[in-house]
């Protein structure tokens, strides 16, 4: 059983973009694709930066606006509420990142907890989402992960971390506003996965609120899935899981060559493929105590999922089953997704200029390194730019 092949309609992937911004997302993409220009960028924009240089104008009105919703969750409204004429929901992404301190981890809290409190008001933002790190040091999770013992200062600042997790778990369920909590290096998700499956326990009692995320570049996170699954059954709560590819590959292959170990990275890129497509089937055999949210740019494992679901008899709206892509990419997924009445949402990463500019420069290298997303892009925006010209 076969879905239709519908991510080739360019008119509904890019209904919202003028003209202009059509010609925008062309631009960028061309720029993307050029690996050395994407390496000279960054070292110039990181050098801009830490010089103060006046290039906050230019960064805004480019690579901005393309792949960030705005400044703060005021200035992302616009694009939220156009998003959702089209059916398609937002994941507010409070995008800084690298902060170290105490003070910035409650600051980072307190703006997650003001996100559910928004998203509680308003429909188009059914989901809110946070990292690890932006509540504790990765050297901390680290630690813990490897079972080393903690001084009585460090034990104290892990009792913070675990406090700002239940705070935010607590509040999303208050609101009913399901959470996603993002994974990160192998090397500190051991405590992360830890602390999540806690959160799992006490407030997924009724349904999922709390989703964990599984990198399912990891060769070890379809196991990790399946024994989850068991203790859930014996502790009678639900499971909610955001399953992706992953971000840090050469990050992790990297430290494993250097340090060692075997790398937790499956071998090649059709492993990754085949685990995240088990991880799917497996969550959708088990649809009466799990929920998944598929964070995908693959139309292969998209159509996948609509098969499943239609294998199941599920609606397209199932309340358990969402698909998610990142603002500013994969339109031709998304809204298409959408315009058929499937749960789909979009990543809106926002903050101030300076401070998201990390999140820009690596979803510009993971364009550059993720072979054919950018042409495939690039195609989709050639062929609607064409289209409009025949009209």
């Not at 495939?376 to 062929?383: D, F, P, V, Y």
Request: charged content about 30%; overall charge neutral; hydrophobic content about 35%.
């Amino acid at each position: 059983m076969t879905t239709d092949l519908i991510f080739d309609n360019t008119e509904i992937a890019f209904s919202l973009k003028s003209d202009s911004e059509l010609e925008r997302a062309y631009f960028l993409f061309k720029m993307i694709s050029i690996e050395p220009l994407v390496r000279i960028g960054t070292v110039a924009t990181n050098f801009a930066i830490k010089a103060h240089l006046p290039i906050e104008g230019l960064i805004r009105s480019t690579v901005f606006d393309h792949f960030c919703g705005g400044v703060n969750e005021e200035d992302c409204l616009s694009v939220i509420d156009k998003m959702y004429e089209k059916g398609v929901s937002s994941v507010l992404d409070y995008s800084v990142e690298g902060k170290e301190n105490e003070k910035e981890f409650d600051s980072a809290k307190d703006k997650i907890l003001k996100i559910i409190d928004f998203a509680k008001e308003i429909n188009a933002i059914p989901i809110a989402v946070f990292k690890p790190t932006g509540f504790g040091r990765l050297s901390l999770y680290e630690k813990i992960t490897k079972g080393d013992n903690l001084t009585v200062k460090e034990q104290s600042e892990w009792e913070n971390v675990v406090n700002r997790f239940d705070a935010v778990c607590r509040k999303a369920k208050a609101n009913d506003v399901a959470v996603l909590i993002d994974a990160e290096e192998s090397w500190m998700q051991g405590a992360a996965d830890s602390l999540v499956t806690q959160m799992m326990e006490k407030y997924n009692t009724e349904k999922p609120i709390v989703y964990n995320t599984l990198q399912m570049y990891r060769h070890d996170r379809l196991d990790f899935l399946k024994e989850e699954h068991k203790k859930a059954k014996i502790g009678k709560y639900f499971l909610g899981y955001k399953l992706v590819r992953g971000a840090y590959m050469e990050k992790e292959n990297e430290r494993a060559e250097e340090k060692g170990y075997k790398s937790p990275i499956c071998k090649s890129k059709a492993l990754t493929d085949e685990n995240f497509n088990a991880g799917l089937r497996y969550i959708l055999d088990n649809l009466d105590c799990m929920s998944v949210f598929a964070g995908t740019h693959n139309e292969d494992s998209s159509y996948l999922l609509l098969n499943l679901m239609k294998e199941k008899g599920l609606l397209n709206n199932d309340p358990r089953i969402w698909f998610g892509q990142l603002y500013g990419m994969s339109d031709h997924i998304s809204f298409n997704l959408a315009n058929k009445g499937y749960n789909v949402a979009k990543y809106i990463p926002f903050g101030p200029v300076k401070d998201v500019m990390p999140y820009l420069i690596r979803r510009a290298e993971e364009n550059t390194s993720v072979a054919g997303q950018t042409g495939r892009e690039l195609a989709l925006l050639t062929k609607e730019k064409k289209r409009r010209k025949t009209l």
